[in-house]
């Protein structure tokens, strides 16, 4: 299975990306190498930071986007880096691939797959490293600390099921949120 979405950040369209629900996992189209291309930090923000703008589009949308070839399309001069790290990714769709595969309507990931989705980020964490798990309103601190507290004693089942020893907390964000944060202890 999987679902499409432009990506855009203030405004910009930047990326028509694609998820493959079943591994959890982001690709972006690239232009430049003809191929959706696993991508790791649109996957982050559409499973954990949730800072830019993802839009659901339907695979007629998707074939006119990828035929005009601009979305995501990369200045090999300024963005050399980047094109060199995704032409080396060896995780990657073909078109032909992507479209191939049903789209969903518009869907929204279900919270047991965003668990899922950051505990196996979390997994592929250094011990130590804490991530983002969810962030609460200014008024919510009470739900933040119970949730830090399920997610160590395993009430989360996501956690529990992995076999992963963790370790949680809740800290102010710059805006006065709170977020609740994890890491692996071993």
Not at 46 to 69: K, Q, R, S
Not at 110 to 133: D, H, M, R, V
Request: net charge neutral; proline share 4%; charged share 25%.
């Amino acid at each position: 299975m999987m679902s499409l979405y432009t990506v855009s950040y203030l405004g910009q369209d930047q990326w028509l990306a694609y998820e493959d629900t079943q591994a959890a996992r982001i690709y972006a189209y690239v232009p430049n190498l003809g191929r959706f291309v696993l991508h790791r930090q649109l996957g982050q923000d559409f499973y954990w930071d949730n800072e830019l703008d993802w839009t659901p589009v339907d695979a007629a949308a998707g074939h006119v986007l990828v035929e005009a070839g601009q979305l995501g399309k990369l200045d090999g001069r300024r963005h050399s880096d980047l094109l060199n790290e995704l032409a080396a990714e060896p995780d990657c769709r073909t078109v032909d691939e992507v479209f191939g595969a049903q789209p969903l309507p518009d869907r929204i990931p279900t919270p047991q797959e965003f668990a899922t989705a950051k505990i196996n980020a979390l997994a592929a964490a250094a011990p130590g490293k804490w991530l983002t798990y969810k962030v609460y309103d200014r008024d919510k601190r009470k739900a933040a600390s119970v949730a830090a507290r399920e997610l160590r004693i395993g009430k989360i089942a996501a956690v529990r099921k992995s076999g992963l020893h963790i370790d949680s907390r809740v800290t102010s964000t710059v805006d006065g949120r709170f977020a609740v944060e994890i890491a692996r202890t071993a």
